[in-house]
């Protein structure tokens, strides 16, 4: 007689039931994700173990032990233990509301039992049979609500992430952790009937096996028959034995039941419709657009379409599903290995096409959906390098969720994937996990600086930092409706890690904002229709609210409970007092009256409140600070307070906590001067591609090696000059793309996209503050801001550079531009400007970075040098300004710099240009009231006959008047782009010829020479030149503006000079003085009887005996290693700079220092005195961080701080003279 492996130790003292309610709690505990094999493997061996009340009790100890058997955890079990590569928690909409799942062990098994679902119940291409859809919707009802009711029990929640491995074993918690656990997982019946309906009896009994019937299957995977019966049935109720199987267990008998009633045809059809219609939607992400029909073939696999985008490119679709032909009732996984597995040759997909010019501009994707079990399909071998991606909708879902704004991110991967796959042999289990690779690796197969490697094998489970990140970022789920007893599908709004505010899908029409918060869902919604003209203030208001809802939720969570009584949603409307009022008031109006609020709160009753919108307190929604938000709170908190049946007596206590005065606001109108930031007709914004980046980047190695340039180190002496023949070869690339262009359309689309960088940048610099005060530094909105502000510099830069190249030198091709070419020329134009600007900051001494050709092919930068580290330093410096500034008070506006008379800057400007900015402003708001009467907000290109014509009518200026303003504002061709020598380099600043000073392209149009603008690059025109001017920079001719000039800037460091004494006083000295000439009667004088010039300005602290003297320096801001090299020359070298002048006249000041105390009545009091020197710059820059000075050099604005710190210092070691 042949005993059973379990009538031996530890099984034969074990209760099967015990055994099972323990190994299926603790697949409830995220951090056993990883051991979900041994686990359920020991749940079925408790299965197959009769009960055994008397057994001794199953302590967490006695547990572990038994974990550690080699039945549950040999070697080749814990060898198939794969990480884990999918959320471990998620939610499958049914019926009666979303329901929580454990995902288990079968890659996206929520995916694919709601795809199932729907297919079952929401298919209108396939009817399946009326029994079997009743007997589907008993089954889904039961194991979606037992997988439901067993993760809230146990407090898991939606997405939750599978955490970082420690150690090789199963996690076992204490007892009283444990039990709760257990209890989890089991139902009495009076559980049973309360969860399910008396219908349902049948289908839990058709899913059960009684304690010790089970027959468990001792292979190394998983055990299929706990997947078919994943309930354990006893004398008192169930415990789910395989609570991670319940969505593989639904999907399994879904299609069992399917073969039973003979629809299994029909269920693979409406899975490949349903399969279909996510495809489509997806591609909609990335603005696809359908060539034609769905296209049929002989093989009812493959259903294809192609689809077109980014204007040239091809999507070949092919969707391909499981027909679910041989499905084994019995094995819910399919075969053991692939090799048990008939996988058919799908030749349709290498049939030939007709030949098609735009075949080189096409990519095949192919969706793979299959239901869970192993299965796939063989292709044939390959012909040519088409692009092709093969995944399945999950991957899909993932990566366009992430990346999907970028219409050319499918078609790039594809191209890198099968360009990767020519050169090596790559090993991969997930299209997904290739993605996270080439993402992290800026988008690129670039792995390292070393040469490739002959094999790649991708990381398993590399993806699943990707799944997180959509999760975090979007986190789509269903709630309960508002308005009927429906489920809709919300997505967060800034992402799961800033704030839990939602807003409905836009397929449901108006979109609505739900704040999630204590199991209550408050939501922010229409009273009624809006008229489309007010839909988007409507929407700005809605957000706005949403967000003040979730802080009042922060700080008055017992107001909201009050406010929504035993109810768990409260829905607030927002209406308008008067649309045609509020229509007329937002095209730019002025409203009746702002002694009103613009907004009152009241509550409507039955879980309801009303916020009404009123024209006569409007205008606050135009003051600069946030007044209008502030009453915004007042209505919300007003309204909440009368739903609460609370008095308002402390509303105006709340409104100051909640939202004090500041720049903590959700409300930013748009005025009618601010040109720049009216919405709307402008494409999204194209920043440089990354994955563009890293082609340059490889042809530019492949062209140095073509020209012989061995790998290696460069010798640093020939740096410079490498770097200059990398900036000629790129500019000679940009030629050639460029001439093979055509004209038509060119500038106009160069423009829209110029525009659409300058409306951004003036929105992000508008709301940047406020993000800081509402979200804080850290949080994914302000962290999107800063991210993006550091792509659009660089990306404005290289698109203002190709406008000027193109204005300069018009192209006769016969190309269009597509979105592929113009990101190819973006970023050659924006690593042009790089490579130049490295080359001038080696010539001028201040980056150290070492240049090779590396063994990849690259042109190998050193990283981290003082240069490099300098400029970061200095980011990360005033991106901490900003926050600070964003979290104090909104101040009284600073001093604005002193400014010479109007006269004389009008006389000045009039004499270098011929015109005054008087002028120029009525010229300049001229051509954007010529773009305001187009209605589309494209660049207008008008006859320049007609523009000098309309000027002279509009303004009374004369022609040759019209010309001179246009003449000093136009960019026009020339024969040579180079011809204006370094005035044509886009990395320099001030440049006469650039697109910022010069906003209107000279063309020659069908009719003649003609001129072309964009609006907003036109309005801020004028505020660039008055930066020149009143900055000092403006660089002239005349005599008038080089006087002008010199004025200014004496003008502004004198005052900056009172300001310095200013912060001295702040930071403690008592006695301040600047402008010094003399001190008590004495020149400052050399030894040698040279004059030291005048001490900027002077602090004194007698208590401390401290004297520190200050020189100040008024910069502006570096821009540009040439502007860098004479800023630090100014500062810190040769015996003009700030440094020396400031050291001989430190030293004076020390050896004169009765004299100097007497100058200020100031009697020596015993001991010595301290004598301390700075430099303070009007601005924080780059150099000192760069060259290290031996003086300190602080910019005022830290200036105080930096004083009183060194006051505390001299306190505590007063008596010693510091020799500096």
């Known amino acids: 007689m042949t005993l059973s492996p379990f009538d031996t130790a530890p099984w034969v003292e074990v209760d099967g039931q015990s055994l099972v309610s323990a190994a299926s709690a603790l697949q409830l505990m995220p951090q056993n994700i990883p051991r979900l094999l041994r686990l359920q493997r020991l749940a079925a061996i408790g299965a197959a173990l009769p009960s055994r009340p008397g057994a001794p009790r199953l302590s967490p100890s006695r547990l572990r032990a038994i974990l550690k058997h080699p039945m549950v955890s040999n070697s080749d079990v814990r060898s198939q233990e794969d990480p884990y590569d999918d959320l471990y928690t998620a939610e499958v909409p049914f019926y009666g509301g979303p329901h929580l799942i454990i995902q288990g062990l079968t890659s996206q098994s929520a995916d694919t039992a709601a795809l199932l679902l729907r297919s079952v119940f929401h298919s209108d291409d396939t009817e399946l049979p009326a029994p079997y859809i009743t007997e589907a919707n008993t089954l889904a009802l039961v194991l979606l609500r037992l997988s439901d ?15 970082r491995a420690h150690g090789n074993e199963v996690t076992v918690p204490g007892q009283h952790q444990l039990d709760l656990l257990r209890r989890a997982v089991t139902f009495e019946r009076d559980a049973l009937s309360n969860l399910l309906p008396a219908s349902a009896v049948p289908w839990v009994q058709k899913l059960s096996v009684w304690s010790g019937n089970h027959l468990p299957t001792m292979r190394h995977g998983p055990d299929d028959g706990l997947v078919v019966t994943p309930l354990l049935l ?8 395989n609570p991670g199987e319940l969505a593989s267990a639904l999907r399994h008998h879904l299609i069992v039941l399917a ?12 899975f490949h419709h349903q399969v279909i219609r996510s495809a489509r939607g997806l591609l909609a992400l990335v603005s696809a657009e359908p060539l034609g029909p769905l296209e049929t073939t002989h093989d009812p696999m493959v259903a294809r379409q192609r689809f077109t985008m980014a204007g040239d490119k091809i999507i070949d679709l092919a969707v391909i599903c499981d027909e679910l032909k041989g499905y084994d009732a019995a094995k819910p996984f399919g075969p053991e290995s692939a090799a048990d597995l008939e996988m058919p040759t799908l030749a349709v997909l290498e049939e030939s096409r007709p030949s098609r010019p735009e075949e080189t501009q096409t990519m095949q994707l192919v969706v793979k959906e299959g239901v869970g079990r192993l299965w796939g399909v063989k292709r044939p071998r390959r012909r040519g390098l088409v692009p092709i991606l093969e995944t399945n909708l999950s991957e899909l879902r993932t990566m366009t969720e992430l990346d999907g704004r970028d219409p050319l991110f499918l078609w790039r991967f594809a191209q890198a994937r099968t360009r990767l796959r020519t050169e090596v042999e790559v090993i991969s289990w997930s299209v997904l996990d290739e993605y996270a690779t080439y993402r992290d690796h800026g988008y690129s197969f670039y792995f390292d600086d070393g040469a490739r490697p002959n094999l790649i094998l991708i990381e398993t489970a590399a993806g699943l930092p990707l799944r997180v990140e959509a999760q975090q970022l979007l986190d789509r789920h269903e709630v309960l409706s508002p308005h009927s007893p429906s489920f809709v599908e919300v997505l967060a709004l800034y992402g799961t890690q800033t704030a839990p505010i939602y807003f409905t899908h836009p397929r449901y029409g108006d979109i609505e904002h739900v704040v999630e918060w204590d199991g209550r869902h408050l939501w922010i919604g229409r009273s009624g229709e809006v008229p489309e003209c007010l839909s988007g203030f409507h929407g700005l208001v809605a957000e706005a609210a949403a967000y003040w809802m979730w802080q009042v939720c922060l700080a008055q969570p ?9 109810r768990s949603a409260l829905y607030t409307t927002i209406s308008f007092n008067d649309a045609h009022a509020w229509s007329d008031t937002l095209a730019g109006a002025v409203p009746p009256g702002d002694s009103y609020s613009w907004v009152h709160g009241q509550a409507a009753g039955d879980g309801h409140l009303n916020l009404e919108l009123c024209t006569a307190g409007a205008g606050a929604l135009r003051q600069a600070d946030n007044t209008a938000d502030r009453e915004l709170v007042r209505a919300l908190l007003t309204a909440l307070k009368e739903a609460a049946d609370q008095s308002a007596t402390e509303v105006s206590n709340l409104v100051e906590q909640l939202a004090p005065w500041g720049h903590k606001r959700m409300l930013h109108s748009v005025e009618a001067h601010e040109v720049a930031r009216r919405p709307g007709g402008l494409p999204s914004v194209r920043t440089v591609q990354a994955a563009e980046t890293a082609n340059v980047m490889d042809e530019l190695g492949a062209w140095l090696s073509g020209q012989g340039l061995p790998k290696g180190p460069v010798d640093p002496d020939e740096r410079t000059q490498l770097l200059n023949q990398v900036v000629e070869h790129y500019f000679k690339l940009l030629v050639a793309t460029v001439a093979r262009l055509s004209p038509t359309g060119l500038l106009e689309e160069l423009l829209l996209r110029d525009e659409a960088l300058l409306h951004q940048e003036e929105h992000r610099a508008k709301v940047l503050p406020s993000y800081l005060a509402c979200f804080g530094p850290a949080s994914k909105p302000a962290q999107d801001l800063e991210r993006e502000n550091r792509r659009q510099v660089e990306a404005a830069v290289a698109s203002r550079f190709l406008i000027e190249y193109v204005a300069a030198t018009p192209p006769a091709g016969h190309e269009l531009l597509t979105l592929e070419v113009y990101d190819h020329m973006l970023a050659i134009a924006a690593e042009l400007c790089a490579r130049a600007t490295l080359s001038d900051a080696i010539r001028y001494g201040f980056s150290q970075s070492q240049l090779g050709l590396l063994d990849s092919g690259r042109l190998g930068v050193s990283r981290g040098d003082r240069y490099q580290a300098g400029v970061r330093a200095l980011s990360e410096a005033q991106a901490e300004i900003l926050h600070r500034l964003s979290l104090e008070p909104m101040s009284v506006p600073p001093a604005t710099r002193p400014e010479p008379p109007i006269a004389q800057v009008e006389a ?22 010529l773009s305001d009467e187009q209605t589309s907000q494209a660049p207008l290109l008008v006859p320049e006959a007609d523009v000098i014509e309309h000027l002279q009518s509009s303004l009374g200026w004369s022609a040759d008047a019209a010309r001179r303003f246009i003449d000093h504002l136009s960019l026009e061709p020339r024969p040579e782009f180079m011809s204006i020598g370094p005035d044509a380099c886009p990395w320099r600043y001030n440049r006469n010829r650039s697109y910022v000073r010069r906003p209107l392209i000279r063309v020659n149009s069908e009719t003649g020479p003609a001129l072309l603008w964009g609006q907003r690059r036109v309005a801020v025109t004028g505020p660039y030149w008055l930066g020149l001017v009143y900055a000092g920079r403006m660089r002239g001719s005349s005599k008038p503006m080089k006087q002008l000039m010199g004025t200014i800037r004496q003008a502004e460091n004198k005052e900056f000079e009172r300001t310095v004494a200013k912060s001295l006083r702040a930071g403690g000295c008592s006695i301040v003085a600047n402008s010094i000439a003399k001190l008590n009667g004495h020149k400052l004088t050399s030894p040698d009887g040279d004059d030291l010039g005048d001490i900027d300005a002077l602090g004194i602290d007698p208590k401390r005996r401290t004297i520190i003297v200050v020189e100040a320096k008024d910069f502006e801001l570096s821009r540009t290693p040439a502007e860098l090299s004479n800023e630090t020359n100014s500062l810190l070298h040769g015996q003009k700079s700030a440094v020396y002048k400031l050291g001989r006249r430190t030293r004076w000041v020390r050896d004169n220092v009765p004299a100097t105390l007497a ?26 961080r760069v060259m290290e000075p031996d003086i300190p050099v602080i910019p005022i604005n830290s200036l105080e701080t930096w004083v009183s710190t060194q006051l505390r210092h001299s306190s505590r070691g007063a008596g010693k003279r510091k020799n500096k």
């Open 149 to 163: 009711s067993v993760c809230r029990r146990s407090g898991l929640h939606r997405g939750i992430v599978p955490p």
């Open 234 to 241: 006893h004398e008192g109720g169930i415990v789910v034995a």
């Open 259 to 270: 073969q039973e009633h003979g629809c299994q045809e029909q269920l693979a059809a409406a």
């Open 558 to 566: 017992d107001l909201i409970r009050a406010a929504a009584g035993d």
């Open 908 to 929: 000045a400007m009039n004499a270098e240009f011929g015109f005054t900015f008087e002028l120029m402003a009525h010229g300049l708001a001229e051509l954007i009231a």
């Open 1159 to 1184: 100058h200020f009545s100031i009697s020596e009091r015993a001991g010595k005195w301290t004598v301390l020197p700075v430099i303070s710059t009007s601005r924080d820059l780059i150099s000192p």
